[in-house]
């Protein structure tokens, strides 16, 4: 498998934020849109550009979780069943067995697998189903197939394409959110169609067609089974079956006791529910209207009812009209008191309108739950008479229920469900007959017309304010980038446009919930609102179970906690927000009026926590594609410094080879002592040279040396300032600009390091702080032993400290990068690259605190780890006898000094410039020693110890080369190789060694 952001490009940086950068865009360009046919659309356009499948599919999950079907298909335009709909059952096929299990499939070889379902009339080579989850919820499945050729879908694709399918059923939720909110528009203008006079059947038919893409067909039937469309033309079962063939939406009414259907076909489209929903909606529609139409053609109710109908079509306000039917009721009916309650949740009932009760009140609320009145009547379904209702255990206590005898209930019915009741009493026992029964059930049939066509209308409206919101939401969080900056905007949004009494915004930190946001009563003050603990409250509750709550009396929630400064809540309705799964926060919405959330409510606020949520996550990881793009840069800067400083350190190499072993065997030849002080010079030289090109390996991370020897901290600190005082005391002093520099180093334990690069390390920190003082300061060293807990094990640290310029709290990282200085054209952007690589080289960990004009504080921490005990230098080694030696090195001079060392120690010694010109006349027993450089043009140094060693086993084999600290040991055993000597070499490191091998020999 290949990681997607370990994949290469040699081009450059591009190559490797190609694949981010493409699936950040396809990711916005299907997000952009909320209209589902474009959303789709768009996906199968960018998942074939991503992925040139032939043929891409897009199947969707009925609500009932049971069916898959194909909602939208790229590639088989040439094909003469084009436009054709599948279906799989959930767990069929291969897209279907992808939705099932949560999990992508490819299958390479379709045809032998029993989860390949033939659809086409022919066979993929190659097929790839990647479920579409959003919010842990399977909507369907993105199906991908090959059919030209046999190469299936890599794995760095496949995890592509997963990726943008997570952004596309985002946007194909949010585009079925969006539908669903502009069907209920949509049926706002049905029904205000359904209401007109003239025509209602044809303007609903003309506001479906604008909504659906397709004018629906009314089909009508005669006594004798006859079919008709609404042109007037017959219509025959084959008619039927084709449409069903083709996917249409058919919807089943009744026309004056006869069965009639709607019918909205268009072959190849994908019918979401809310399109099944508006038809059946418009369906009821037009059989309200026909039957309201059928009523005046018949013209048998009375005049009374006429102006009802009237009444009732041509009026929105709710109150008056049901004031009026009350009216128009008691003209039919003799009562002496009429009430209309509607649903308001599974168990009450509120009182909407009455006529002729005798006390006041506001509000009533009946109980309609199990074993009450209400209840049995909704069961029922149909009108209920009782003749005394005294007499009855379940009869509710409220206002004048003791001065009630007789009783009718109503249920209020639209499509068989009820919702509302119609009561209708006399303060007289057996008061009603059964033409007032009848009556009753005749308005109790208009009010429910009344009752949930302005329930409807207000939804639709609701909806579309609620869509309004949604949509200035959505845009506005495109412009943020910080989370309390959208939080507070949700918060303003909620309150500006509902006009909430308070909502807050609370996150969770550890165990406590902190508000963050606050609009209403109250502003944002960590006095008024402390943290509270998650255990407190029904925020807490919600928090705990991941569930929103709505309690719209919060007096009889025992779980309430009351704010002090909110003494007027008197509903409250809390929604989590859910990131990556899990409650990152809450929002708490409080009304002081009772009763005032409802499920439409509910689900805007759910609606707006999502969105707050995947605006969080995309946040979250777009700060982590610029984390992993500033890595990728900097791993490239430094890879391309490592070959340049590898290159560096090979050649330097072979140099110092050369210089160091020619001033040495002028120093043995020489009794001039002017002339020895000056090799001496040299020798140094060359010796700190050397010691350079094994930091400059380090550097570039080829070295696999790390650093053991026994160093004193304190001594390297002094050394540094030693070594530095020409720049913090004489040069600035010549410019007139005071540098003081102060020292606080604590006893410390010798640690496990390099002296040499430390130094290194402390001279490059004091040098920046020179640099960070033009005007003069303070440069403050301090040692110290660190707190086991902040490197996990025992360690020192240094802290270098100046009162200088300061560094910007955002380049404080950057400071650290290969090439990035803050200094101009006086800057290499090295020093303190340099200074990270030999801390990490050390295990250790280095910091930084600095902001403008505050100075800045480096603070180095360093295991202690094991230093080595000193051990007593060793002698030179005793003369060793007499060797033939084959030098093979491509370097001249290099070949040259090692042939003049080894005759100098008493050898005899054979050279050639090249691996096969040394093996050419090469035989067994001819040499007891070969040293071969490990570089060289034609054959390696490995080539040259293996072939050797195939013709004399015996011989003792010498690697040498500059990158000795990259070779592991045992593997050079294994090849052959006996010992490596380290260019460049010394003239006792040549002797060392070969007393080494003749002791081994030995």
């Not at 707006?608 to 979250?620: D, F, R």
């Not at 001039?672 to 090799?679: Q, T, V």
């Amino acid at each position: 498998m290949t990681n997607l952001s370990e994949s290469t490009n040699p081009s450059g940086n591009s190559g490797l934020t190609s694949p981010i950068a493409t699936i950040l865009a396809s990711s916005k360009t299907v997000l952009s849109s909320l209209d589902l046919g474009d959303v789709l659309q768009r996906v199968l356009a960018v998942t074939r550009e991503l992925s040139e499948a032939d043929v891409v599919s897009i199947w969707l999950l009925d609500e009932q979780g049971e069916w898959l079907t194909t909602a939208a298909t790229l590639g088989l335009e040439s094909q003469p069943d084009h436009k054709r709909t599948f279906r799989l059952r959930v767990g069929e096929g291969v897209a279907g067995w992808a939705v099932a299990n949560r999990q992508i499939l490819q299958l390479t070889d379709p045809v032998n697998d029993p989860r390949y379902i033939q659809q086409l009339d022919r066979h993929p080579s190659a097929i790839l189903a990647i479920p579409l989850i959003v919010r842990d919820h399977c909507c369907g499945a993105l199906s991908l197939a090959r059919f030209i050729g046999s190469v299936p879908f890599s794995q760095e694709l496949i995890e592509t394409i997963s990726i943008f399918a997570d952004q596309a059923a985002i946007a194909i939720d949010n585009a079925n959110t969006a539908q669903m909110l502009r069907r209920a528009m949509a049926r706002e203008r049905i029904l205000l169609a359904s209401m007109t006079v003239h025509d209602p059947i044809a303007n609903i038919l003309h506001e479906l067609t604008a909504v659906l893409g397709v004018r629906p067909q009314l089909i009508t039937s005669t006594s004798s089974g006859a079919m008709f469309d609404n042109n007037g033309l017959p219509v025959t079962s084959e008619n039927f079956e084709r449409w069903r063939h083709d996917g249409a939406l058919i919807v089943d009414i009744r026309f004056d006791g006869l069965p009639a259907w709607l019918v909205a076909c268009l072959p190849g489209h994908y019918w979401t529910h809310s399109d099944a929903d508006l038809l059946a909606f418009a369906a009821s529609q037009i059989m309200y209207a026909r039957q309201r139409a059928y009523e005046r053609q018949l013209q048998v109710r009375s005049e009374a009812l006429h102006r009802l109908v009237t009444l009732t079509n041509a009026r929105i306000d709710q109150v008056s009209v049901l004031d009026e039917i009350l009216v128009e009721l008691q003209r039919f009916i003799n009562f002496d008191s009429a009430c209309i309650f509607v649903v308001h949740d599974k168990e009450y009932v509120r009182l909407l309108a009455q006529r002729g009760l005798q006390s006041k009140f506001d509000q009533v609320t009946l109980y309609a739950g199990p074993g009450s009145l209400i209840n049995e009547l909704r069961q029922m379904g149909t009108v209920i008479y009782y003749p005394d209702v005294q007499r009855l255990s379940n009869w509710q206590k409220v206002p004048d229920s003791d001065i009630i005898r007789s009783w009718i209930g109503v249920p209020l019915q639209v499509d068989q469900a009820t919702i509302g009741v119609l009561t209708i009493d006399k303060w007289t026992p057996d008061a009603f007959t059964t033409e007032d029964i009848a009556t009753a059930q005749m308005f109790g049939e208009q009010i429910a017309v009344v009752i949930n066509n302005v329930r409807l209308l207000r939804e639709a409206q609701e909806r579309a304010r609620q869509f309004q919101v949604l949509q200035q939401f959505t845009v506005r969080i495109g412009t943020l980038r910080d989370v309390d900056r959208l939080l507070h905007e949700a918060a303003q949004l909620l309150h500006k446009s509902f006009g909430y009494y308070q909502v807050l915004i609370s996150v969770v930190v550890e165990d406590h919930l902190e508000v963050r946001a606050a609009c209403g009563q109250l502003k944002l003050d960590p006095q008024t609102f402390p943290p509270r603990p998650v255990t407190m409250g029904i925020s807490g509750w919600v928090v705990r179970h991941r569930q929103p709550a709505i309690v719209n009396d919060v007096t009889r929630d025992a779980r309430y906690v009351l704010h002090p400064s909110l003494p007027a809540t008197a509903a409250e309705m809390i929604v989590p927000i859910l990131v990556d799964e899990r409650v990152f926060g809450i929002i708490i919405i409080e009304s002081a009026v009772k009763g005032i959330f409802g499920q439409g409510d509910l689900e805007l606020v759910m609606a707006m926590a999502h969105l707050i949520g995947v605006t969080i996550t995309n946040l979250a990881h777009d700060a982590e594609l610029q984390r992993v793009r500033e890595q990728l840069i900097e791993r490239d800067r430094l890879r391309a410094l490592g070959e340049l400083s590898s290159g560096v350190a090979h050649d330097f190499n072979n140099l110092l080879a050369s210089i160091l072993g020619h001033v040495q065997l002028l120093l043995e030849e020489t009794d001039d002592p002017h002339l020895e002080e000056g090799l001496r010079a040299i020798e140094l030289a060359a010796l700190d040279g050397t010691a350079t090109v094994r930091r400059l390996q380090g550097f570039a991370q080829t070295s696999r040396s790390t650093p053991d020897s026994a160093v004193d901290l304190n001594r390297v600190v002094e050394e540094s300032l030693a070594l530095t005082r020409p720049r913090w005391r004489d040069e600035v002093q010549s410019r007139g600009v005071p540098i003081a520099v102060h020292t606080d180093l604590a006893p410390l334990p010798l640690i496990a390091g390099d002296a040499s690069a430390l130094r290194e390390l402390v001279i490059n920190l004091i040098l920046n702080a020179i640099d960070a003082m033009p005007n003069g300061g303070t440069i403050t060293l301090r040692t110290s032993l660190a707190p086991a807990r902040l490197l996990g094990e025992a360690a020192v640290m240094l802290e270098v400290q100046d009162t200088g310029i300061g560094i910007d709290p955002a380049l404080h990282e950057k400071i650290f990068a290969p090439f990035f200085s803050t200094k101009g054209v006086r800057g290499t952007g090295m020093g303190l690259a340099i200074v990270r690589g030999i801390v990490q080289q050390h295990g250790g960990r280095i910091e930084v605190e600095s902001a403008p004009g505050a100075g800045a504080r480096f603070r180095v921490l360093l295991p202690i780890g094991t230093p080595p005990v000193s051990e007593p230098e060793s002698r030179p080694p005793a003369g060793t006898p007499a060797l033939h030696i084959l030098v093979i090195d491509d370097e001249e001079a290099v070949r040259n000094v090692l042939v003049r060392i080894l005759q100098r120690i008493g050898h005899h010694v054979d050279a050639f410039a090249s691996g096969e010109d040394a093996l050419d006349g090469f035989s067994a027993g001819q040499y007891q020693l070969v040293c071969t450089d490990l570089g060289m043009p034609g054959l390696s140094g490995w080539d040259v110890a293996a072939q050797i060693r195939r013709i004399d086993p015996l011989v003792r084999i010498v690697l040498v080369t500059g990158w000795s600290e990259q070779i592991d040991r045992h593997e050079a055993r294994l090849r052959g190789v006996d010992a490596i000597l380290s260019k460049p070499f010394t003239i006792q490191q040549v002797r060392s060694l070969l007393a080494e091998l003749l002791n081994d020999v030995s």
